[in-house]
């Protein structure tokens, strides 16, 4: 047999390719993922936002939209936050005189009503606070009359030179 040069040619019972199309036609294989953030996100925000799917941008001035409860419960977290915050003694001073419940208490005992036992419970316990409160700061009951009859007008012009005397005292010093 006689020695044969193989050839690049198929000859026809050899599949054919398929024919040439232009690059613009082709089908690109793989696809590229859409996964992470385009680029330059970071410094475009409004840009990825529109690209969720919103038209306008979202302005972030304007807060919530939800509904606020104007009820009960905004007085009790309002009486949280004032019960946190710790009160003077003046202040309770004049939060538990001006009490409601305490001065139509006080307006019943002026008319002579009796109070139930635990009316008046609550009424001695609030005026035994009242005092306390009273002699922390110094202040004396203007109610009580002052039954310092032994001042004579002697005695009171004594009174009145020795704080004369240390007055000038101060002014030396």
Same mark, same amino acid.
């Given at each position: 047999?006689?020695?044969? /040069?193989?050839?690049?040619?198929?000859?026809?019972?050899?599949?054919?390719?398929?024919?040439?199309?232009?690059?613009?036609?082709?089908?690109?294989?793989?696809? /590229?993922?859409?996964?992470?953030?385009?680029?330059?996100?970071?410094?475009?925000?409004?840009?990825?936002?529109?690209?969720?799917?919103?038209?306008?941008?979202?302005?972030?001035? #304007?807060?919530?939209? /939800?509904?606020?409860?104007?009820?009960? #419960?905004?007085?009790?977290?309002?009486?949280?936050?004032?019960?946190?915050?710790? *009160?003077?003694?003046?202040?309770?001073?004049?939060?538990?005189?001006?009490?409601?419940? *305490?001065?139509?208490?006080?307006?019943?005992?002026?008319?002579?009503?009796?109070?139930?036992?635990?009316?008046?419970?609550?009424?001695?316990?609030?005026?035994?606070? #009242?005092?306390?409160?009273?002699?922390?700061?110094? #202040?004396?009951? *203007?109610?009580?009359?002052?039954?310092?009859?032994?001042?004579?007008?002697?005695? *009171?012009?004594?009174?009145?030179?020795?704080?004369?005397?240390?007055?000038?005292?101060?002014? /030396?010093?």
């Amino acid at each position: 047999m006689t020695r044969m /040069k193989k050839s690049r040619k198929a000859g026809d019972a050899a599949p054919k390719h398929a024919p040439r199309t232009k690059k613009s036609e082709r089908v690109l294989a793989r696809k /590229k993922q859409d996964s992470g953030n385009k680029a330059g996100s970071r410094q475009n925000p409004a840009g990825s936002a529109s690209a969720g799917g919103s038209k306008t941008a979202k302005d972030p001035r #304007i807060g919530s939209k /939800k509904p606020v409860a104007l009820g009960q #419960i905004a007085s009790e977290s309002a009486q949280s936050k004032a019960a946190k915050v710790k *009160l003077t003694d003046e202040q309770k001073l004049l939060q538990l005189e001006e009490d409601p419940r *305490l001065n139509q208490l006080l307006d019943m005992l002026e008319e002579g009503r009796d109070l139930s036992a635990e009316d008046q419970l609550w009424l001695d316990k609030q005026l035994a606070k #009242i005092e306390t409160l009273m002699q922390k700061l110094g #202040i004396e009951d *203007l109610d009580e009359p002052v039954t310092d009859h032994s001042d004579s007008d002697d005695a *009171l012009l004594e009174k009145f030179d020795a704080g004369l005397e240390q007055l000038q005292q101060y002014q /030396k010093e």
